[in-house]
């Protein structure tokens, strides 16, 4: 009874184990397009752990988000040309007006604002 009870334990902690090091939930990638000057920085709330700020610029463009349980992303663009902003992975496109594209939207020169996941 002894081992069978220590072999139904073992079998628990190893199923638990590997769970637990499955990631949970969806990758979101949020990224930005425009020349120019232009940033983007979400204040994540992820599944797990603790919150944190991703940020974006031309020379980093793009955010993964893993498992994100919300996110707000702020935006401002100072640059002369549109900033796009497209998002992939999300359960509901955050903008009111996608692009035909997908989830996508863009903002005219001097625009700013936020959007949450």
Do not use: Q
């Amino acid at each position: 009874m002894f081992t069978k009870t220590i072999a139904v334990l073992a079998l628990v902690m190893a199923s638990t184990t590997n769970v637990a090091a499955a990631p949970e939930g969806k990758t979101v990638v949020v990224k930005g397009e425009g020349a120019g000057k232009w940033e983007m920085w979400c204040k994540v709330n992820p599944s797990r752990g603790s919150e944190f700020t991703a940020f974006a610029d031309p020379s980093r463009p793009e955010l993964t988000l893993v498992a994100p349980r919300y996110a707000t992303c702020s935006y401002k663009n100072t640059s002369s040309s549109d900033l796009i902003i497209s998002v992939e992975g999300a359960e509901k496109c955050p903008f009111r007006k996608p692009t035909e594209a997908g989830c996508a939207t863009k903002f005219p020169r001097g625009a700013f604002g936020d959007f949450s996941l």
